[in-house]
């Protein structure tokens, strides 16, 4: 399995593009994106946490850089990621106490999970705005 | 041969594979942090709700109670421990030279000792 040696003649697809997904494999995966991801946004946070906390000027400078329209968008972007991975890993939870682990079940909480985030994205961009 | 065991030994997060470890333990733990997470995430996301207009008296008076201090600690423990799990996920299934995903780890492994000791220092710096 680790090393490839010259008997591996498995085809090889990797034009990802040419293959179609179901929505679960869609849900998924980005589940994956998004926690990577999140793991790059650990000291972003850590740092703005910090700053703000640090003095009331600092707090204030950050309250200040936070109605420029670029930070709001960084923001909506980085929480809309933590808010999926969450409800991904509720759905995940789920399926690991058997609720909606049938095929019909999984699809029907795929869009579940789509449709959540939408709300919330829109939801966030009212708070943010 | 028969296995006179009434109960099966085979099962459970002490018993050993071929790697000499095995998942269970990682698959527990992932669960485990994961609630611990989504718990103080949701508390955030009410926290941000509620304080509409946030002020520097009220985000600092946050993090000032000791009790809060101790389970935000709970949660980068609980973070470091669910990120891990999920990087070496991530590496065992996509970085298949044994150098590179080693390297990969380690450094990711690094990189979250500092986090955690940076967000300690945060909670009894301010």
């Not at chain 1, 850089?65 to 789920?94: D, M, S």
């Not at chain 1, 909606?100 to 939408?118: E, P, R």
Request: a positive charge; aromatic letters at 18%; one cysteine or more.
């Amino acid at each position: 399995m680790q090393k490839k040696d010259k008997s591996d003649l498995r085809p090889v697809n990797l034009a990802l593009y040419t293959i179609k997904f179901p929505i679960t494999a869609i849900i998924s995966i980005i589940h994956r994106i998004s926690g990577f991801f999140l793991f790059l946004c650990i000291p972003i946070f850590l740092y703005y946490w910090q700053y703000s906390l640090s003095s009331y000027n600092n707090f204030i400078k950050i309250k200040s850089c936070l109605n420029t329209n670029i930070c709001k968008f960084v923001l909506l972007i980085i929480i809309l990621g933590l808010f999926y991975h969450f409800i991904a890993g509720i759905r995940h939870l789920l399926m690991d106490k058997h609720i909606g682990d049938s095929k019909s079940s999984a699809i029907f909480s795929s869009y579940f999970v789509i449709i959540l985030n939408i709300v919330f994205a829109i939801i966030l961009g009212i708070y943010l705005w | 041969m028969v296995n006179n065991n009434l109960y099966n030994s085979s099962y459970g997060s002490n018993s050993k594979g071929a790697m000499g470890y095995n998942g269970v333990k990682d698959w527990l733990v992932q669960r485990k942090t994961a609630v611990v997470l989504g718990l103080y995430f949701v508390y955030m996301l009410y926290f941000f709700a509620t304080n509409n207009n946030l002020s520097y008296q009220a985000w600092h008076e946050l993090f000032q109670p000791i009790y809060f201090k101790v389970i935000t600690i709970i949660v980068l423990i609980s973070l470091i421990k669910h990120v891990w799990i999920g990087l070496w996920t991530i590496a065992t299934d996509y970085l298949h030279n044994l150098l590179i995903r080693s390297l990969f780890l380690f450094l990711c492994k690094i990189l979250l000792i500092i986090y955690l000791i940076w967000g300690i220092y945060i909670l009894f710096a301010n």
